[in-house]
């Protein structure tokens, strides 16, 4: 007997409202067999030319399965490498991930954690699907014929960042940001995945010397920060946001915080508690976090009017609890400098430019529809920052993109990644130091945490947070120099900062190499 259940979907209206829907398990025959289900987001699109309306990229879904057995704990599904199926509708491709990218598959010790699904052809508006299976090797997971399985399907949406060189640095505008030479305020030129050495040197000048290899490494004089000048290697194996990679459209959602939380055993749940006294402390609403649990199921309780918070960013998340999801989710974390090429594209840097291009910010300080699925900021404001007023917190995820179609209109990234200035503080992997340069970007999660719910990923950075920084600024900082310099997309001034504890402007997204 076989007893399915679906998982509350996140909703994201500006960021594809993606809906996971009908989820049927096959018979349990044979070893493996289908997940079958049907999917659907808004606003999706896909560009593979080189000129208007975007990119050379797209938009997709990250989906995974979940399952348990005879009412045991929650685990990952080990998909095969064949035998899924986009169903029918949109036009898709459906391409599988393993946990090390770099080695092929093996269903025991490489298996599919999950996939990418997304366009096939060049298209926009909404992605649907019906009867799309992917291939469950049940009998890896320990699964027989005789167990009773419940399974949830989950699905996270993602951009794609194609393969391509970058400036990293924005003409030394920014606080910290890379450059150089000591003289030299050209940026980094990101060329390949290659390995990175820089030097202590006054570099060669400006203008045409803007795509030299040189390298001077600026600090922040932060006690976890390399000095002004440091000569080291960044080896090849950190990722430099030159490969093709997918990263999440938004920040996570308080709806998919909640989703994850609900899969753990309850020491796992005790572990990542954000509403204990580690974190906000309350089961109430607090910096606009609704997150509510005390035992069982997490949940966020609706606060009038349908007012559930579902798909306003999560707040509260340490460096731990984010390596926990990302790990969970089988996506890994990102470093500073593929949260730079998110923003920046291939453009040449612009001095003091944010997120979507420009130098121009625009500050949320009202909302309407607080806390529904279509909140949004008032008319003309493209970032969440400096809010100690009216606005008290993180926004929607996506809500910036509420009937705009420009770029800097919507707060967004070259490539569709939104809230990369301003909302919640971006966790990153720094460059900064010898713990964050020996990240390894081929390692992603495997959809298991340990016993205690922390990520069992031994090549990122552990729960003490070493080799971590922040990126983007959040809401809490003031438009002033302590404050909206740091939505700028070169500054680094927590670029190497250690902060473990749970605080109300911090969140995070995952990334993932492309297939």
């Not at 289908?34 to 999706?44: A, M, P």
């Not at 840097?349 to 121009?360: D, I, L, M, Q």
Request: with cysteine; aromatic share 12%.
């Amino acid at each position: 007997m076989c007893v399915v259940s679906v998982l509350i979907p996140h909703r994201e209206a500006s960021c594809g409202n993606i809906k996971v829907t009908s989820p049927q398990l096959g018979a349990l025959s044979g070893g493996s067999t289908s997940v079958t289900f049907d999917v659907t987001w808004l606003s999706s699109w896909r560009h593979t030319g080189a000129g208007a309306p975007a990119p050379n990229n797209w938009d997709a879904a990250w989906v995974f399965v979940k399952f348990r057995k005879n009412g045991g704990a929650w685990a990952h599904a080990s998909l095969n490498n064949t035998g899924h199926s986009t169903g029918s509708g949109t036009a898709a491709t459906i391409s599988v991930g393993y946990p090390d990218t770099s080695s092929a598959f093996n269903i025991a010790t490489n298996p599919g954690v999950g996939v990418f699904l997304y366009r096939s052809g060049d298209g926009a508006g909404t992605f649907a699907t019906t009867g799309t299976s992917l291939s469950w090797n049940y009998s890896q997971d320990g699964v027989t014929g005789s167990d009773t399985v419940e399974i949830r399907v989950f699905a996270i949406e993602m951009v794609y960042v194609p393969q391509g060189e970058f400036f990293a640095g924005d003409k030394a505008s920014s606080s910290y940001s890379f450059k150089q030479g000591s003289t030299d305020n050209d940026p980094w030129w990101i060329g390949s995945e290659g390995a990175i050495s820089t030097s202590n040197s006054a570099g060669t000048g400006t203008g045409a010397a803007e795509t030299a290899a040189e390298y001077y490494y600026r600090s922040d004089f932060g006690p976890n920060d390399d000095a002004n000048g440091a000569a080291f290697t960044i080896p090849s194996a950190f990722p430099k946001g030159y490969q093709p990679h997918y990263m999440m459209k938004g920040e996570i959602s308080q709806g998919q915080w909640v989703a994850f939380f609900n899969t753990l055993t309850a020491t796992q749940m005790s572990t990542r508690d954000i509403t204990a006294a580690s974190g906000k402390n309350s089961d109430n609403i607090l910096s606009r976090n609704n997150v509510s649990w005390s035992s069982g199921d997490a949940t966020l309780p609706d606060r009038g009017a349908g007012a559930t918070y579902e798909a306003v960013a999560m707040a509260y998340i340490s460096w731990a609890d984010l390596a926990a999801y990302l790990d969970w989710s089988g996506l890994r974390p990102m470093s500073e400098l593929e949260y730079e090429r998110a923003g920046r594209g291939p453009y040449n840097a612009v001095s003091g430019e944010y997120a979507w291009g420009s130098t121009t910010i625009t500050q949320a300080s009202s909302i309407s529809n607080d806390g529904l699925a279509a909140e949004r900021a008032q008319s003309g404001a493209n970032a969440a920052y400096g809010n100690h007023g009216s606005v008290q917190g993180p926004l929607r995820v996506g809500s910036f993109a509420y009937g705009v179609a420009s770029r800097q209109a919507s707060g967004s990234g070259y490539y569709g990644a939104m809230e990369l200035s301003g909302n919640l503080f971006e966790r990153v992997v720094t460059v900064g130091n010898s713990s964050g340069r020996s990240f390894q970007g081929r390692y992603h999660g495997n959809g298991a945490l340990n016993s205690s719910g922390d990520s069992d990923v031994t090549t990122w950075p552990g729960t003490a947070a070493s080799g971590t920084g922040q990126r983007g600024g959040s809401w809490a900082n003031y438009s002033n120099f302590l404050g909206s310099h740091y939505q700028k997309l070169s500054d680094r001034t927590n670029s190497a900062s250690i902060v473990t504890g749970r605080q109300a402007d911090y969140g995070g997204r995952g990334v993932r190499v492309a297939p």
